[in-house]
Nanobody, 120 residues
């Protein structure tokens, strides 16, 4: 089993910054992709940014130019630096990883979520 623990959410004014961090632990053999998703009230969960083990990165259009994802493969951690935050970034942010626990199969794991609230 893999456990993801997020930290760094909170309340910030529009234009401000927050940094989210996530650490994966447990019976990890290998992690492929790690990323961040978010879910606003009444909306579906959506991708924010994802990074592969090789460092390939994809951002949602809404995140490009404002958010930066980074990863430490040795520590199984992923971070999301969010700058120039807007009220529409308000959501619960979830950490995700696609991991192999030794069975040869990869599956998705999720953190418990951290609230990000951006006031106008």
């Amino acid at each position: 089993q893999v456990r993801l623990v997020e930290s760094g959410g909170g309340l910030v004014q529009a234009g401000g910054s927050l940094r989210l961090s996530c650490a994966a632990s447990g019976s990890i053999f290998r992690i492929s992709a790690m990323g961040w998703y978010r879910q606003a009230p009444g909306k579906q969960r959506e991708l924010v940014a994802v990074i592969s083990s090789g460092g390939n990165i994809n951002y949602a259009d809404s995140a490009k130019g404002r958010f930066t994802i980074s990863r430490d493969n040795a520590k199984n951690t992923v971070s999301l630096q969010m700058n120039s935050l807007k009220p529409e970034d308000t959501a619960v942010y979830y950490c995700n990883c696609n991991a192999n626990t030794g069975s040869g199969l990869y599956r998705d794991y999720w953190g418990q979520g951290t609230q990000v609230t951006v006031s106008s």
